[in-house]
C-alpha cells in the first residue's frame, strides 16, 4: 500500500512524499525495494512541491 507523506519547510513549501516504488506491484519493485534500504532502514522517497515551485532541493 503507498502512503504518503506532507512535509512543510522553512519556506513554507509543503511536499507530498511517497516511498520510491511503492504502489508498484511486482517482484522487480520488491527486490528494487529491498536493496535500496540502507542499513539504518530508511528508504527512498519521491517529493513534490506544492504551490507555484517548479524546481528546488529537499534535504
Do not use: I
Not at 519556506?11 to 504502489?23: D, E, L, M, P, S
Not at 535500496?36 to 529537499?58: F, H, R, Y
Amino acid at each position: 500500500m503507498m502512503k504518503q507523506r506532507e512535509v512543510t519547510d522553512q519556506h513554507n513549501t509543503t511536499w507530498t512524499c511517497v516511498q520510491a516504488y511503492a504502489g508498484v506491484d511486482s517482484s522487480a519493485a520488491a527486490e528494487a525495494t529491498k536493496l535500496s534500504e540502507t542499513d539504518a532502514g530508511g528508504v527512498p522517497v519521491v517529493c513534490t512541491p506544492s504551490g507555484e515551485l517548479k524546481q528546488s532541493g529537499l534535504n
